[in-house]
């Protein structure tokens, strides 16, 4: 069994949640090796295949979605042994439905899988859905591991990548990823610079902030109100 860990990794490992009832997703899906294939396992391990959401593909938007992390095994089809809330990552023993195991290839190397499943669909989701290709101008703000997996992943489609960060200290790292332009939001030089210069902005910032000041970046703006 191969998980990665964070915060909330460290709260469901001392069981402070589970006594409360609360929901806890996990911070990077694990990825498990049983004995005739490697299987990776997101936040969801079940959900009821019948509504509109499920035959729709959108299994995390089913009212009976069971997660990886404390989730309610409604239907028995995930259970923990000797529980009835499921334990992701800390478990030794784990039922998931096919339906949500995805099988990694033997040569990929199980702990890249975590970040990749999580953080890699995290942002490989809206630069697909949004169209992102060559040539695509991306802007991707705030460089945590979100916003340089994005680098990477729009630099991989062929997309002209622009990372926007408070600090310049973070642009070695930007474009040791793949960004080919950095932009300081805090510095009004740099932002008028980049007034309309994207057709798609990536925000990773986890925090809650203005982010009216992006906006005039993007290519869809209005003139006048920009």
Same mark, same amino acid.
């Given at each position: 069994l191969s998980s990665s860990s964070a915060a909330s990794d460290v709260y469901k490992r001392q069981d402070e949640c589970t006594a409360l009832g609360l929901m806890l997703l996990p911070a990077f899906p694990f990825a498990c090796t049983p004995r005739n294939a490697r299987i990776g396992v997101g936040c969801l391990v079940d959900s009821c295949f019948e509504c509109n959401a499920c035959q729709r593909g959108e299994e995390n938007n089913c009212k009976k979605q069971v997660f990886t992390y404390n989730g309610r095994d409604w239907s028995g089809r995930a259970a923990t042994p000797g529980r009835k809330t499921t334990l992701g990552g &800390?478990?030794?023993? &784990? !039922? !998931?439905?096919? $339906?949500?195991? !995805?099988?990694?290839?033997? /040569? &990929?190397?199980?702990?890249?899988?975590?970040?990749?499943?999580?953080? +890699? /669909? =995290?942002?490989?989701?809206?630069? $697909? $859905? &949004?169209?992102? =290709?060559?040539? =695509?101008?991306?802007?991707?703000? +705030?460089? +945590? +591991?979100l916003g340089i997996l994005g680098i990477k992943l729009a630099k991989a489609l062929g997309c002209e990548v622009t990372a926007i960060s408070r600090s310049v200290a973070k642009k070695t790292i930007a474009t040791e990823a793949g960004a080919t332009s950095f932009v300081v939001s805090v510095d009004p030089k740099s932002m008028r610079e980049a007034k309309q210069a994207f057709d798609l902005i990536l925000n990773t910032i986890p925090s809650s902030f203005d982010y009216r000041c992006l906006l005039y970046t993007s290519d869809a703006a209005d003139e006048e109100d920009s």
């Open positions: &800390y478990s030794d023993k &784990y !039922v !998931v439905h096919e $339906r949500f195991a !995805v099988l990694i290839p033997k /040569s &990929y190397p199980l702990e890249a899988a975590g970040p990749i499943m999580c953080a +890699g /669909s =995290t942002m490989y989701d809206p630069l $697909r $859905r &949004y169209g992102a =290709t060559k040539g =695509t101008r991306v802007a991707i703000v +705030g460089l +945590g +591991g």
